[in-house]
C-alpha cells in the first residue's frame, strides 16, 4: 500500500476541487459523476467501444473527486488510503 505521501503526489489540484485519478481518462468513452459522501464524488467510465449512452460491462472508477471545502490534500490522501484506493 502506498504512503500518503505518495498519494498526495498524484492529486491534480483543481479551482475547487482535488483529483485523484485511478485510471487514464484516454481508456474511456463516457464518464458518470456520482457523490457518495458530503465532498466526494466517484467519476465511473465506459471503456471505449462499450457503449455510447449505456455501457455494455461493468463501469469502473476512474477517479475520485473531492471538494476543497470539506477536505484538505491531507486528509483526502488519507481518505485514499483507508479506503484502499
Request: glycine residues 6%; charged residues 30%; positive net charge.
Amino acid at each position: 500500500m502506498s504512503s500518503l505521501r505518495e498519494i498526495i503526489k498524484n492529486f491534480d489540484i483543481k479551482t475547487n476541487e482535488l483529483r485523484y485519478r485511478l485510471e487514464n481518462p484516454k481508456k474511456f468513452g463516457f464518464f458518470r459523476r456520482k457523490q457518495i459522501d458530503e465532498g466526494i464524488s466517484l467519476l465511473t467510465a465506459c471503456p471505449i467501444g462499450q457503449g455510447t449512452k449505456k455501457c455494455k460491462v461493468s463501469m469502473p472508477t476512474q477517479a475520485i473527486r473531492f471538494n476543497k471545502k470539506n477536505f484538505s490534500i491531507k486528509s483526502a490522501a488519507k481518505w485514499i488510503k483507508d479506503h484502499g484506493y
